[in-house]
């Protein structure tokens, strides 16, 4: 399934992902000796800022150079609301009968930091699979939403005009919270204003780079193309680096993902009176450590 995964079977990929979001270690290790290095672009936004219609465009731009193009759809609604997939479905829709395209969603299942618990799973699978650039559209304006920063090469936020309450937020910490900000929607209101606000926010060391987009009429996506080029070229990290550095975040999710479950699932007043009658916390932790691994 790997193998035919690898040499570009996309059914073979689909179930290779869905076996991944079904905790299948093993499946995620088998991917580890096929990874190339892709390089992995985050697009955080608000809803309805636009982030699927940027990715469209972007990616079809790429498409057209001859490059795979991998998307994946963080929802971090409940699977029960039924989430914004339908509506990110509509805006990719010309994207997803690309044969260089690959677009997958992937719920949160409850993980805190924006991103699911086998993103960088997922990101292998599209990897290994010899798609060289990997979209990941996350909801958030930063602060809610740290994961995107460890995994992604450069991440771009979006903004429109109109909404002036992100860029408080933004100011919290202007540089960590993206490389590269899209004003998008300039057709709807005072853009320019909105990129000087921006701007403002820049220090004498670092400037933000900020481009005003349409993204529905595919204006200033060559412009963000680009930009997003020249940041990943700029990159010091080589292919190996960028492997390795996402697979830290991949043992840290993966100890998250079997914490979390431990202590949804667990028995405390056990413990707690395991506790009251002399057992010693360390003795109770290293008990819990040792299921966590099964
Ligand atoms: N007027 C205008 N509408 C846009 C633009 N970009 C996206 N939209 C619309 O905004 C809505 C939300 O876009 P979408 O890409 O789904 O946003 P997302 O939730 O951030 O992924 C859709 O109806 C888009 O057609 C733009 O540049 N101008
Ligand atoms: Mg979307």
Redesign the pocket.
């Known amino acids: 399934m790997i193998e035919r995964a690898a040499s570009g079977d996309r059914k073979a990929l689909a179930r290779v992902m869905t076996e991944i979001e079904l905790g299948n270690d093993r499946i995620s290790e088998s991917l580890l000796d096929k990874l190339h290095g892709s390089f992995v672009v985050g697009i955080t936004g608000f809803?309805g800022s636009g982030?699927?219609t940027i990715i469209s465009g972007l990616a079809m731009e790429l498409i057209k150079m001859g490059q795979k193009v991998g998307v994946l759809?963080v929802d971090p609604t409940s699977p029960l609301s039924g989430g914004?997939i339908l509506?990110?479905r509509i805006?990719m829709q010309e994207l997803s009968r690309q044969t260089g395209a690959f677009i997958r969603s992937v719920p949160t299942g409850g993980k805190k930091g924006g991103l699911g618990y086998f993103t960088v799973d997922l990101i292998n699978a599209l990897d290994a699979a010899g798609y060289e650039k990997i979209f990941i559209?996350t909801v958030g304006a930063g602060q809610d939403e740290t994961d995107i920063h460890n995994i992604a090469d450069a991440v771009v936020m979006v903004t429109v005009p109109n909404l002036g309450d992100e860029v408080q937020a933004i100011k919290a910490g202007i540089m960590e919270i993206a490389d590269i900000f899209v004003v998008n929607k300039a057709d709807t209101g005072p853009a320019d204003e909105k990129v000087k606000e921006l701007l403002a926010l820049g220090t004498a060391g670092r400037m933000p780079e900020v481009i005003k987009v349409v993204a529905t009429r595919g204006e200033g996506i060559a412009g963000l193309a680009s930009a997003i080029e020249r940041r990943l070229q700029q990159s010091s990290m080589s292919r190996q680096e960028r492997i390795k550095s996402r697979l830290k975040q991949l043992v840290r999710y993966h100890v998250e993902y079997r914490l979390d479950r431990y202590l949804a699932s667990r028995d405390f007043d056990s413990m707690a009176n395991e506790l009251m009658s002399g057992g010693g916390i360390a003795q109770i932790i290293s008990r819990a450590a040792g299921e966590l691994a099964k």
């Open positions: 809803p982030k699927s759809c914004s509506g990110d805006r559209e």
